[in-house]
């Protein structure tokens, strides 16, 4: 089994940075692919950014602020974010996704509980 955990949420000015964690208290590289997703009240849950092998990707609005990386040697990932602003404030979920079960196997997605990241003046 495995167990997703953030950490390092918290109350930030805007302009001032922030790093996310995620503990992976199980294998993290039996994970195909990993990710940060936000969720704002009243609105949808969106992807933020992921890891899969060497590649990352990052919604349009994260780009050049946001960096997702992930240290296997210590179970976690990490999401490094520079220059905030108050509309990046949002509930961040540490997400993984790995196959499961016989032949060809089921894909199962993991969450975190949540870490309330909040961007404000």
């Known amino acids: 089994q495995v167990l997703l955990v953030e950490s390092g949420g918290g109350l930030v000015q805007p302009g001032g940075s922030l790093t996310l964690s995620c503990a992976v208290f199980g294998s993290i590289v039996s994970f195909d692919r990993m990710g940060w997703y936000r969720q704002t009240q009243g609105k949808q849950r969106e992807l933020v950014a992921t890891?899969?092998?060497?590649?990352?990707m990052y919604v349009d609005s994260a780009k050049g602020r946001f960096t997702i990386s992930r240290d296997n040697a210590k179970n976690t990932m990490y999401l490094q974010m520079n220059s905030l602003k108050p509309e990046d404030t949002a509930v961040y979920y540490c997400?993984?996704?790995?196959?499961?079960?016989?032949?060809?196997?089921?894909?199962?997605?993991?969450w975190g509980q949540g870490t309330q990241v909040t961007v404000s003046s």
């Open positions: 997400n993984g996704v790995r196959r499961e079960g016989k032949a060809w196997g089921q894909m199962v997605d993991y």
């Open positions: 890891i899969s092998d060497g590649s990352t």
